[in-house]
């Protein structure tokens, strides 16, 4: 099935990280679940669901933060009701936006991306 291989490679790449792989990667308490809850609840966090439960792709996090970006990437998606699956299989493809490049590698234009990430979300053909 090609979504399936799609989210291994993404898993592969960046990786789909648990809960608790996510406390790690914030430097976090461990056993803090709740925490993961709200940020990806409060739209800090970007996550899709897999076999049933959350996962959170390993791209949104550098140094023990969240890259600024994400959360302006996950309202514009509630904003426009672009589903967190789309939206981040469209940050992990290559992109006619980007050249070929994909997204994900310009998390730190954040003007350019977030632009880019809304006329995906609206265009119309």
């Avoid at 989210?7 to 461990?30: H, Q, R, S, Y």
């Avoid at 739209?43 to 890259?67: C, I, T």
């Avoid at 997204?103 to 350019?112: A, I, K, R, S, T």
């Avoid at 991306?113 to 809304?118: D, G, T």
Wanted: aromatic content about 10%.
């Amino acid at each position: 099935m090609r979504i399936e291989s799609f989210w291994n490679e993404i898993d592969t790449k960046w990786g789909l990280l648990t809960a608790d792989e996510v406390l790690k990667a914030l430097n976090m308490p461990e056993g803090e679940i709740d925490l993961v809850a709200q940020l990806r609840e409060s739209g800090q966090l970007l996550a899709v669901k897999r076999g049933g439960d959350y996962v959170f792709p390993g791209f949104q996090f550098v140094s023990g933060h969240v890259e600024p970006v994400v959360a302006t990437l996950a309202a514009l998606a509630a904003e426009l009701s672009w589903a967190q699956d789309d939206l981040v299989v469209w940050l992990c493809s290559p992109s006619g936006y980007f050249g070929g490049d994909r997204p994900v590698e310009y998390l730190h234009h954040q003007d350019e991306l977030v632009q880019k990430a809304r006329n995906q979300a609206t265009v119309e053909w």
